[in-house]
T-cell receptor, first 113, second 117 residues
């Protein structure tokens, strides 16, 4: 059974700092992994999707990496801004190529001006 | 596109009442997912459909919960009778057909916040 864990649960940083959010998963037979952002009172928005054949995926100041062998993914945010404040969730398929996603509980990020 | 549409956005009801949540997926998407989010348990998948057919309902907590998708543009999640422990935010999400690798992601609606008193 796939389990997804995110550490830390909350993180507070000053504006401009580079930071890393961590995600670990138990079943490494996955074909992709996704990172989502959730703003208070809103739904989830997809940020990055990494295919199993890739090791990294980049979008603007965001970079996500995937290491299937160790069951880990990281989301790197460069030069953080107050607008980056949100909860970040990672999600892995419950079984290999399943459409079912298992979500971590998220990391709540606060970027202070 | 308007994105995934959910209604109502907020629902307050009393224990024992029937609750119906509604979802309109993005046009052209053939997968539809219902999730529940609570502080304690996080985001949990309840059920998902493909081409209007329920594929996996193993996450539905009990017989009080039911979901239907009568056509490609509408789905409902019904709770009857509702209980206080059903209080949560319920999300609907849709996804394009498999094979569009760059768009394998799910698109979430804004959610329905349900409070059962």
């Amino acid at each position: 059974k796939q389990e997804v864990t995110q550490i830390p649960a909350a993180l507070s940083v000053p504006e401009g700092e580079n930071l890393v959010l961590n995600c670990s998963f138990t079943d490494s037979a996955i074909y992709n992994l996704q990172w989502f952002r959730q703003d208070p009172g809103k739904g989830l928005t997809s940020l990055l999707l990494i295919q199993s054949s890739q090791r990294e995926q980049t979008s603007g100041r965001l970079n996500a990496s995937l290491d299937k062998s160790s069951g880990r993914s990281t989301l790197y945010i460069a030069a953080s801004q107050p607008g980056d404040s949100a909860t970040y969730l990672c999600a892995a398929p419950s079984q290999g190529g399943s459409e079912k996603l298992v979500f971590g509980k998220g990391t709540k990020l606060t970027v202070n001006p | 596109d308007a994105g995934v549409i959910q209604s109502p956005r907020h629902e307050v009801t009393e224990m024992g009442q029937e609750v119906t949540l509604r979802c309109k997926p993005i046009s052209g998407h053939d997968y539809l997912f219902w999730y529940r989010q609570t502080m304690m348990r996080g985001l949990e998948l309840l059920i998902y459909f493909n081409n209007n057919v329920p594929i996996d309902d193993s996450g539905m907590p009990e017989d009080r919960f039911s979901a239907k998708m009568p056509n490609a543009s509408f789905s409902t999640l019904k709770i009857q009778p509702s209980e206080p422990r059903d209080s949560a935010v319920y999300f609907c999400a849709s996804r394009p057909p498999t094979g569009f690798a760059s768009t394998d992601t799910q698109y979430f609606g804004p959610g329905t916040r349900l409070t059962v008193l």
